[in-house]
């Protein structure tokens, strides 16, 4: 079982107060505080135990329970519950890395919940305790905060996926073929990038409506302010989907233009290689022609007349030059020659 861990905030400052939930709720709301109640894989006991402390709504509850979802913001009840994906990205094997938080607003407590332990709350709350002028506004100025730290955060990452398609546009006219499977792969990454930062947008501004209509006038920081960056970052998100797509099309069309090349030259190739056969073939039926009647007339037989004619030998002399010369006009006529 996760063990939860609280923290009072009164007047934007940290307080101590028992770890034991009811008494931590009861303490908070005894002094006008705020409760941050931090929790790292949590079972299914440990969100019933928050859901009867708190009283979440069922639904509100179930959303908590799926992983791997999509940044979201649901309403039930007096609770907001939202889905975070704070993202990394590794450039060596360039890599996004999108970790759920999951995080529960009240009118004065804030839980927020790290699925997979991947995201380190302590040094998140951390940060949030170096400006106390935001705690103060309660728990809707935390979450300010969080959006405001989750969406910064994705500057490294768009700049590392920016700096890796840079390389791959210069990889492009290289001879690499392989840069496809790069291609492929960054295309994943910031797929599931898109899923984490289209939502924020929509988000931010349902949440700034919802905080505006609150009863109390709940006084934080500006939604729309990190609405903006939200666009500019689902813009660059787009942006390098489409360049990625852009890029994998020329180099289609790179590796056809190079096949095509490879067999025009294998063509040519083919082509010179049957003009030489051609060449070959006729100067062998020419040499032969004078072989075949000097082995005819060479055999020396008593019964052969031409042996005792006196034009014999010029007129086999003179039938060697004549078929030698016919075949040479037969192949020059025909460009063999």
């Given at each position: 079982?996760?063990?939860?861990?609280?923290?009072?905030?009164?007047?934007?400052?940290?307080?101590?107060?028992?770890?034991?939930?009811?008494?931590?709720?009861?303490?908070?709301?005894?002094?006008?505080?705020?409760?941050?109640?931090?929790?790292?894989?949590?079972?299914?006991?440990?969100?019933?135990?928050l859901?009867?402390?708190?009283?979440?709504?069922?639904?509100?509850?179930?959303?908590?329970?799926?992983?791997?979802q999509?940044?979201?913001?649901?309403?039930?009840?007096?609770?907001?519950?939202?889905?975070?994906?704070?993202?990394?990205?590794?450039?060596?094997?360039?890599?996004?890395?999108?970790?759920?938080?999951?995080?529960v607003?009240?009118?004065?407590?804030?839980?927020?919940?790290?699925?997979?332990?991947?995201?380190?709350?302590?040094?998140?709350?951390?940060?949030?305790?170096?400006?106390?002028?935001?705690?103060?506004?309660?728990?809707?100025?935390?979450?300010?905060?969080?959006?405001?730290?989750?969406?910064?955060?994705?500057?490294?990452?768009?700049?590392?996926?920016e700096?890796?398609?840079?390389?791959?546009?210069?990889?492009?006219?290289?001879?690499?073929e392989?840069?496809?499977?790069?291609?492929?792969?960054?295309?994943?990454?910031?797929?599931?990038?898109?899923?984490?930062?289209?939502?924020?947008?929509?988000?931010?501004?349902?949440?700034?409506?919802?905080?505006?209509?609150?009863?109390?006038?709940?006084?934080?920081?500006?939604?729309?302010?990190?609405?903006?960056?939200?666009?500019?970052?689902?813009?660059?998100?787009?942006?390098?989907r489409?360049?990625?797509?852009?890029?994998?099309?020329?180099?289609?069309?790179?590796?056809?233009?190079?096949?095509?090349?490879?067999?025009?030259?294998?063509?040519?190739?083919?082509?010179?290689?049957?003009d030489?056969?051609?060449?070959?073939?006729?100067?062998?039926?020419?040499?032969?022609?004078?072989?075949?009647?000097?082995?005819?007339?060479?055999?020396?037989?008593?019964n052969?007349?031409?042996?005792?004619?006196?034009?014999?030998?010029p007129?086999?002399?003179?039938?060697?030059?004549?078929?030698?010369?016919?075949?040479?006009?037969?192949?020059?006529?025909?460009?063999?020659?």
């Open positions: 079982m996760a063990v939860p861990h609280c923290v009072l905030y009164l007047d934007g400052l940290a307080r101590p107060v028992v770890q034991n939930l009811p008494e931590a709720l009861a303490a908070t709301r005894a002094v006008g505080g705020m409760l941050m109640v931090s929790l790292t894989r949590p079972g299914g006991d440990d969100l019933k135990t859901a009867d402390t708190f009283g979440l709504a069922p639904l509100g509850v179930a959303s908590m329970v799926r992983t791997n999509r940044s979201k913001l649901d309403h039930f009840g007096d609770h907001l519950y939202l889905a975070l994906q704070p993202a990394q990205y590794d450039d060596a094997a360039e890599t996004v890395e999108c970790h759920e938080v999951d995080i607003v009240g009118d004065d407590v804030l839980i927020v919940i790290s699925p997979d332990g991947a995201v380190d709350l302590e040094q998140l709350r951390g940060k949030l305790d170096e400006h106390p002028e935001v705690i103060r506004k309660g728990p809707y100025g935390v979450l300010w905060a969080m959006f405001e730290f989750v969406t910064r955060g994705y500057r490294d990452v768009l700049d590392g996926v700096h890796d398609i840079d390389e791959i546009e210069e990889q492009l006219f290289g001879d690499d392989g840069v496809s499977h790069r291609i492929f792969a960054l295309q994943r990454e910031v797929i599931d990038l898109r899923h984490a930062t289209a939502p924020l947008e929509s988000m931010l501004e349902r949440l700034e409506h919802l905080v505006q209509a609150r009863p109390h006038g709940v006084a934080v920081p500006a939604f729309h302010e990190i609405t903006d960056r939200a666009q500019y970052v689902d813009a660059r998100v787009a942006a390098f489409q360049t990625l797509d852009a890029a994998l099309t020329v180099h289609a069309t790179l590796l056809d233009q190079r096949r095509n090349e490879a067999m025009e030259r294998m063509t040519q190739q083919s082509i010179q290689q049957n030489q056969v051609k060449k070959i073939s006729s100067w062998a039926a020419i040499g032969f022609a004078p072989t075949l009647v000097a082995g005819v007339y060479g055999m020396n037989f008593h052969m007349p031409e042996l005792s004619w006196t034009w014999g030998y007129f086999a002399i003179g039938l060697m030059v004549a078929v030698s010369a016919g075949l040479y006009l037969i192949f020059k006529r025909n460009d063999w020659l």
